[in-house]
């Protein structure tokens, strides 16, 4: 059986070295000794000026409309996980989705301006599969209508547009460490911004609100996160690099096998490089995109429809919209099987048999 993905996890003796000071120190959570390593750790391997280790990326979006203050609309993409607009409904926003661009698969900038109403505070877009977004063009927008915006930055651990981490680009970027992620810490996310005075309204807001034991300097949640999960990040980011290297190997190995196959993949930005987050395909037809996928499915192959349906037409507490490019791609995208432990045997079976399901 293959499945879509598998957590990477270290030899346990690793992590093992750390659990040990955790238990030496008796200090558990609460932006401990080993929080704050990790968050040096990656502002140094991201060249991020700031960054705050959290619970989740979900809350990380949370926590980012609530510090930017943000009502009424937000522009956001239909084609990404449930997380990016249930944020936007959970902070009492109304999401306005803007349909994408069919070969990037991210949001269209040249149909953002259509969609602004005097209500519109924000745009929150997805770099999906950990493909930038039209930065420049998003940016550009923004400041002419005076709108913030958030980058759910979830698939794009260690992208860089133009050598500058793609984290740095929007008021404020979010990533997720969730298990199932390119680089993990089991749960857990990031919150990044260049912004000194929202990053410490973010740190207010990460605790409770809290400025000191018995003061509060404003409406805050829990969004730490414990020492465990940063001794497993701290762990994994010892790993990074073969991680990387793996997943550019096998996905190498995909690309050079399946050149017969009628899917192609989103166009990348062209000042940036793939990180290997995710093999997407785009295949001709949703016909031949369901007789892969269950042909796969009975050898034991688990693909994902990521992402369908569209966020637009499929959650019961946001008004329908229509989107016709984004309807369009999710009906015909799957994800392939992509993780460290994923051996190229393994790539070449599943290679052949979707060259087999194409042409039955
Ligand atoms: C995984 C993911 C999230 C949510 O992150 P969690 O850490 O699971 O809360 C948000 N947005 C996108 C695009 C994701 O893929």
Same mark, same amino acid.
């Given at each position: 059986?293959?499945?879509?993905?598998?957590?990477?996890?270290?030899?346990?003796?690793?992590?093992?070295?750390?659990?040990?000071?955790?238990?030496?120190?008796?200090?558990?959570?609460?932006?401990?000794?080993?929080?704050?390593?990790?968050?040096?750790?990656?502002?140094?391997?991201?060249?991020? $000026?700031?960054?705050?280790?959290?619970?989740?990326?979900?809350?990380?979006?949370?926590?980012?409309?609530? *510090?930017?203050?943000?009502?009424?609309?937000?522009?956001?993409?239909?084609? !990404?996980?449930?997380?990016?607009?249930?944020?936007?409904?959970?902070?009492?926003?109304?999401?306005?989705?803007?349909?994408?661009?069919?070969?990037?698969?991210?949001?269209?900038?040249?149909?953002?301006?259509?969609?602004?109403?005097?209500?519109?505070?924000?745009?929150?877009?997805?770099?999906?599969?950990?493909?930038?977004?039209?930065?420049?063009?998003?940016?550009?927008?923004?400041?002419?209508?005076?709108?913030?915006?958030?980058?759910?930055?979830?698939?794009?651990?260690?992208?860089?547009?133009?050598?500058?981490?793609?984290?740095?680009?929007?008021?404020?970027?979010?990533?997720?460490?969730?298990?199932?992620?390119?680089?993990?810490?089991?749960?857990?996310?990031?919150?990044?911004?260049?912004?000194?005075?929202?990053?410490?309204?973010?740190?207010?807001?990460?605790?409770?609100?809290?400025?000191?034991?018995?003061?509060? *300097?404003?409406?805050?949640?829990?969004?730490?996160?414990?020492?465990?999960?940063?001794?497993?990040?701290?762990?994994?980011?010892?790993?990074?690099?073969?991680?990387?290297?793996?997943?550019?190997?096998?996905? %190498?190995?995909?690309?050079? $096998?399946?050149?017969?196959?009628?899917?192609?993949?989103?166009?990348?930005?062209?000042?940036?490089?793939?990180?290997?987050?995710?093999?997407?395909?785009?295949?001709?037809?949703?016909?031949?995109?369901?007789?892969?996928?269950?042909?796969?499915?009975?050898?034991?192959?688990?693909?994902?429809?990521?992402?369908?349906?569209?966020?637009?037409? !499929?959650?019961?507490?946001?008004?329908?919209? !229509?989107?016709?490019?984004?309807?369009?791609?999710?009906?015909?995208?799957?994800?392939?099987?992509?993780?460290?432990?994923?051996?190229? %045997?393994?790539?070449?079976?599943?290679?052949?048999?979707?060259?087999?399901?194409?042409?039955?």
């Amino acid at each position: 059986m293959i499945l879509v993905t598998k957590p990477f996890l270290p030899p346990i003796s690793d992590y093992h070295q750390y659990v040990e000071g955790i238990w030496q120190r008796n200090w558990l959570t609460n932006m401990g000794p080993l929080s704050n390593d990790l968050e040096l750790k990656l502002k140094d391997f991201l060249k991020v $000026k700031n960054l705050l280790f959290v619970t989740n990326g979900t809350i990380a979006i949370q926590m980012a409309i609530k *510090a930017l203050g943000l009502k009424g609309e937000i522009l956001t993409t239909p084609f !990404s996980f449930v997380a990016t607009t249930s944020s936007i409904v959970w902070e009492a926003c109304k999401p306005v989705f803007v349909d994408i661009d069919p070969l990037s698969l991210n949001m269209d900038p040249s149909k953002i301006e259509a969609a602004i109403t005097p209500n519109t505070s924000a745009i929150l877009a997805t770099h999906v599969y950990g493909n930038p977004c039209d930065v420049e063009a998003i940016d550009k927008i923004a400041k002419k209508h005076n709108l913030k915006v958030i980058y759910d930055a979830a698939h794009a651990f260690g992208v860089e547009v133009a050598g500058k981490s793609i984290f740095e680009y929007g008021d404020i970027s979010t990533c997720s460490l969730h298990a199932t992620k390119l680089y993990h810490s089991i749960e857990g996310g990031l919150i990044i911004t260049k912004d000194e005075t929202l990053l410490k309204q973010l740190a207010y807001i990460r605790n409770f609100g809290f400025d000191g034991p018995e003061a509060f *300097a404003t409406l805050g949640i829990n969004g730490k996160n414990s020492e465990f999960h940063a001794a497993m990040g701290l762990t994994n980011l010892t790993f990074i690099d073969s991680i990387s290297e793996k997943r550019k190997l096998l996905s %190498e190995r995909y690309n050079e $096998k399946l050149k017969a196959l009628k899917a192609v993949q989103p166009k990348w930005h062209q000042n940036s490089r793939n990180n290997y987050a995710y093999y997407p395909l785009v295949f001709e037809s949703e016909a031949l995109m369901l007789k892969c996928y269950n042909f796969l499915q009975t050898h034991e192959v688990f693909t994902r429809r990521y992402f369908y349906p569209s966020l637009s037409k !499929s959650l019961p507490y946001v008004e329908e919209q !229509s989107l016709p490019e984004t309807e369009n791609i999710s009906s015909r995208v799957l994800c392939l099987p992509l993780y460290y432990d994923l051996s190229i %045997e393994e790539v070449d079976l599943i290679c052949n048999l979707l060259l087999n399901a194409q042409n039955k």
